[in-house]
Protein backbone atom coordinates (compact mmCIF):
# COMPACT_ATOMS: atom_id res chain seq x y z
CA UNK A 1 0.00 0.00 0.00
CA UNK A 2 1.34 3.02 -1.14
CA UNK A 3 1.86 6.12 1.51
CA UNK A 4 2.55 9.39 1.07
CA UNK A 5 3.72 11.74 4.04
CA UNK A 6 4.06 15.42 3.31
CA UNK A 7 6.41 17.41 5.99
CA UNK A 8 7.49 20.99 6.53
CA UNK A 9 7.34 24.11 8.10
CA UNK A 10 3.87 25.27 9.22
CA UNK A 11 4.38 28.58 9.36
CA UNK A 12 6.43 30.57 6.86
CA UNK A 13 6.81 34.71 6.39
CA UNK A 14 6.04 36.64 3.63
CA UNK A 15 8.20 37.31 0.86
CA UNK A 16 10.13 34.01 1.76
CA UNK A 17 10.14 30.72 0.20
CA UNK A 18 7.56 27.96 1.07
CA UNK A 19 9.36 24.32 0.73
CA UNK A 20 7.78 21.00 1.72
CA UNK A 21 9.18 17.27 1.20
CA UNK A 22 7.00 14.07 0.56
CA UNK A 23 8.04 10.92 1.48
CA UNK A 24 6.87 7.56 -0.24
CA UNK A 25 6.37 4.31 1.11
CA UNK A 26 4.86 1.32 0.15
CA UNK A 27 6.82 1.43 -3.26
CA UNK A 28 9.33 2.97 -5.02
CA UNK A 29 9.38 6.68 -6.81
CA UNK A 30 11.66 5.79 -9.17
CA UNK A 31 9.31 2.74 -11.09
CA UNK A 32 5.94 2.59 -13.15
CA UNK A 33 4.51 5.13 -15.13
CA UNK A 34 3.21 7.52 -11.97
CA UNK A 35 3.68 11.43 -11.88
CA UNK A 36 4.33 12.88 -8.13
CA UNK A 37 1.84 15.75 -7.74
CA UNK A 38 1.66 19.00 -5.38
CA UNK A 39 -2.06 20.26 -4.78
CA UNK A 40 -3.58 22.81 -2.30
CA UNK A 41 -6.27 24.02 -0.61
CA UNK A 42 -7.08 27.44 1.03
CA UNK A 43 -8.89 27.05 4.33
CA UNK A 44 -12.66 26.28 3.37
CA UNK A 45 -12.04 26.40 -0.37
CA UNK A 46 -11.79 24.40 -2.97
CA UNK A 47 -8.71 22.42 -5.02
CA UNK A 48 -5.92 23.68 -7.41
CA UNK A 49 -3.21 21.57 -9.15
CA UNK A 50 0.10 23.29 -8.17
CA UNK A 51 2.19 20.77 -10.54
CA UNK A 52 3.98 17.27 -11.01
CA UNK A 53 7.11 15.57 -11.95
CA UNK A 54 8.16 12.75 -13.08
CA UNK A 55 10.37 10.16 -12.26
CA UNK A 56 12.76 11.72 -14.69
CA UNK A 57 12.79 14.56 -13.44
CA UNK A 58 10.64 16.23 -16.09
CA UNK A 59 8.21 18.65 -14.62
CA UNK A 60 4.63 20.70 -15.32
CA UNK A 61 3.48 23.26 -13.58
CA UNK A 62 0.49 25.64 -13.14
CA UNK A 63 0.59 28.54 -15.25
CA UNK A 64 -0.78 30.86 -12.44
CA UNK A 65 2.00 29.58 -10.29
CA UNK A 66 5.04 28.81 -12.46
CA UNK A 67 7.40 31.70 -12.19
CA UNK A 68 7.54 30.59 -8.44
CA UNK A 69 7.57 27.21 -8.73
CA UNK A 70 10.45 24.66 -8.30
CA UNK A 71 9.56 20.73 -7.99
CA UNK A 72 12.04 18.08 -7.47
CA UNK A 73 12.55 14.92 -6.99
CA UNK A 74 15.40 12.66 -5.16
CA UNK A 75 14.64 9.27 -6.02
CA UNK A 76 17.39 8.02 -3.45
CA UNK A 77 15.64 9.33 -0.46
CA UNK A 78 11.90 8.17 -2.23
CA UNK A 79 11.00 11.86 -1.84
CA UNK A 80 10.11 14.65 -4.29
CA UNK A 81 9.87 18.26 -2.69
CA UNK A 82 7.85 22.01 -3.23
CA UNK A 83 9.49 25.32 -3.43
CA UNK A 84 7.50 28.04 -3.81
CA UNK A 85 9.01 31.58 -3.60
CA UNK A 86 7.84 34.99 -2.57
CA UNK A 87 4.74 34.23 -0.77
CA UNK A 88 2.30 36.33 0.35
CA UNK A 89 -1.06 35.56 2.51
CA UNK A 90 -2.99 33.73 -0.10
CA UNK A 91 -0.28 31.01 -0.11
CA UNK A 92 -1.73 30.25 3.31
CA UNK A 93 -3.45 26.64 2.51
CA UNK A 94 -2.97 23.06 3.32
CA UNK A 95 -1.02 21.48 0.54
CA UNK A 96 -1.24 17.28 -0.24
CA UNK A 97 1.24 15.73 -1.90
CA UNK A 98 -0.31 12.97 -4.09
CA UNK A 99 0.60 10.14 -6.95
CA UNK A 100 -1.18 10.82 -10.25
CA UNK A 101 -1.00 7.49 -12.30
CA UNK A 102 -0.04 7.97 -15.61
CA UNK A 103 -2.06 5.68 -17.64
CA UNK A 104 -5.67 6.16 -15.72
CA UNK A 105 -4.65 9.91 -15.60
CA UNK A 106 -5.81 10.10 -11.39
CA UNK A 107 -4.41 11.40 -8.78
CA UNK A 108 -5.25 7.86 -6.71
CA UNK A 109 -3.15 8.31 -3.31
CA UNK A 110 -2.89 11.13 -1.43
CA UNK A 111 -0.82 12.61 2.16
CA UNK A 112 -3.04 13.87 4.31
CA UNK A 113 -2.51 17.11 3.61
CA UNK A 114 -0.28 20.05 5.93
CA UNK A 115 -1.42 23.49 6.99
CA UNK A 116 1.21 26.07 5.86
CA UNK A 117 0.13 29.82 6.75
CA UNK A 118 1.63 32.46 5.51
CA UNK A 119 1.99 35.50 8.15
CA UNK A 120 4.58 37.79 9.68
CA UNK B 1 -7.42 26.86 -19.04
CA UNK B 2 -10.59 24.16 -18.98
CA UNK B 3 -13.22 25.51 -16.58
CA UNK B 4 -14.94 22.85 -14.45
CA UNK B 5 -18.87 24.28 -13.28
CA UNK B 6 -20.62 22.18 -11.03
CA UNK B 7 -23.56 22.16 -9.44
CA UNK B 8 -25.73 22.60 -7.16
CA UNK B 9 -22.72 24.38 -5.05
CA UNK B 10 -24.34 22.27 -1.67
CA UNK B 11 -27.74 20.04 -1.15
CA UNK B 12 -29.33 18.36 1.66
CA UNK B 13 -30.29 14.91 1.05
CA UNK B 14 -32.52 12.41 3.47
CA UNK B 15 -30.89 8.69 3.90
CA UNK B 16 -31.76 6.71 0.87
CA UNK B 17 -32.30 9.09 -1.65
CA UNK B 18 -31.37 9.43 -4.78
CA UNK B 19 -27.91 11.73 -5.49
CA UNK B 20 -27.18 13.69 -8.51
CA UNK B 21 -24.10 16.06 -8.87
CA UNK B 22 -23.49 17.74 -12.17
CA UNK B 23 -19.84 18.64 -13.64
CA UNK B 24 -19.72 21.00 -17.15
CA UNK B 25 -16.49 21.62 -18.78
CA UNK B 26 -15.57 24.95 -20.53
CA UNK B 27 -14.88 22.62 -23.57
CA UNK B 28 -15.11 18.63 -24.68
CA UNK B 29 -12.92 16.51 -22.53
CA UNK B 30 -13.94 13.38 -23.36
CA UNK B 31 -14.56 10.98 -20.63
CA UNK B 32 -11.10 12.54 -19.10
CA UNK B 33 -13.15 13.56 -16.05
CA UNK B 34 -12.52 12.10 -12.51
CA UNK B 35 -15.14 12.43 -8.98
CA UNK B 36 -13.42 12.67 -5.70
CA UNK B 37 -15.17 12.68 -2.04
CA UNK B 38 -13.41 14.86 0.87
CA UNK B 39 -14.79 14.27 4.21
CA UNK B 40 -13.81 17.11 6.56
CA UNK B 41 -10.53 17.02 8.17
CA UNK B 42 -9.59 14.53 5.12
CA UNK B 43 -7.71 14.45 1.95
CA UNK B 44 -10.03 13.79 -1.27
CA UNK B 45 -10.29 10.78 -2.01
CA UNK B 46 -10.86 9.04 -5.65
CA UNK B 47 -14.26 7.47 -6.39
CA UNK B 48 -14.76 7.39 -10.31
CA UNK B 49 -12.23 7.89 -13.14
CA UNK B 50 -12.54 8.06 -16.68
CA UNK B 51 -16.15 9.63 -16.13
CA UNK B 52 -16.98 6.00 -15.29
CA UNK B 53 -14.94 3.91 -13.85
CA UNK B 54 -15.49 2.97 -10.48
CA UNK B 55 -12.18 2.93 -8.69
CA UNK B 56 -11.12 -0.37 -6.43
CA UNK B 57 -12.83 -0.66 -3.40
CA UNK B 58 -15.37 2.18 -3.56
CA UNK B 59 -19.16 0.94 -2.84
CA UNK B 60 -21.13 0.63 -5.90
CA UNK B 61 -23.64 2.78 -5.13
CA UNK B 62 -21.55 5.86 -6.73
CA UNK B 63 -21.48 5.98 -10.28
CA UNK B 64 -20.58 8.07 -13.05
CA UNK B 65 -21.56 9.22 -16.46
CA UNK B 66 -20.71 11.74 -19.43
CA UNK B 67 -18.40 12.53 -22.32
CA UNK B 68 -17.38 15.40 -24.01
CA UNK B 69 -18.70 18.57 -21.51
CA UNK B 70 -21.39 17.38 -19.30
CA UNK B 71 -21.41 14.65 -16.39
CA UNK B 72 -22.80 13.21 -13.85
CA UNK B 73 -22.16 12.06 -10.36
CA UNK B 74 -24.85 9.73 -8.97
CA UNK B 75 -25.49 8.41 -5.61
CA UNK B 76 -28.13 5.61 -5.75
CA UNK B 77 -29.29 5.33 -2.08
CA UNK B 78 -27.80 7.58 0.25
CA UNK B 79 -26.06 6.82 3.46
CA UNK B 80 -24.73 9.14 6.42
CA UNK B 81 -21.16 8.20 5.64
CA UNK B 82 -21.80 9.74 2.44
CA UNK B 83 -21.70 13.52 4.34
CA UNK B 84 -18.79 14.99 2.42
CA UNK B 85 -17.80 18.19 -0.27
CA UNK B 86 -17.72 16.34 -3.70
CA UNK B 87 -15.52 17.60 -6.32
CA UNK B 88 -14.97 16.51 -10.01
CA UNK B 89 -11.24 16.95 -12.27
CA UNK B 90 -10.52 17.11 -15.67
CA UNK B 91 -7.62 15.42 -16.73
CA UNK B 92 -7.41 16.03 -20.58
CA UNK B 93 -4.82 18.54 -19.97
CA UNK B 94 -2.70 20.85 -17.89
CA UNK B 95 -3.56 22.97 -15.86
CA UNK B 96 -5.58 19.68 -14.32
CA UNK B 97 -8.83 22.07 -12.92
CA UNK B 98 -11.26 21.05 -10.44
CA UNK B 99 -14.31 22.17 -10.34
CA UNK B 100 -15.63 24.15 -6.98
CA UNK B 101 -17.48 21.44 -5.03
CA UNK B 102 -20.70 20.04 -3.95
CA UNK B 103 -21.46 20.28 -0.42
CA UNK B 104 -23.27 16.93 0.73
CA UNK B 105 -25.54 17.04 3.91
CA UNK B 106 -27.92 15.00 5.42
CA UNK B 107 -31.38 15.68 6.11
Known amino acids: QVQLQESGPGLVKPSQTLSLTCTVS??????????WSWIRQPPGKGLEWIGY???????FYNPALKSRIIISIDTSKNQFSLKLSSVTAADTALYYC????????????WGQGTLVTVSS | DIQMTQSPSSLSASVGDRVTITCRAS??????LNWFQQKPGKAPKLLIF???SLQSGVSSRFSGSGSGTDFTLTISSLQPEDLATYYC?????????FGQGTRLEIK
Open chain 1, 98 to 109: ARRDGQQLVHDY
Open chain 1, 26 to 35: GGSISSGDYY
Open chain 1, 53 to 59: IYRSGSS
Open chain 2, 27 to 32: QSISTY
Open chain 2, 50 to 52: AAS
Open chain 2, 89 to 97: QQSYSTPLT
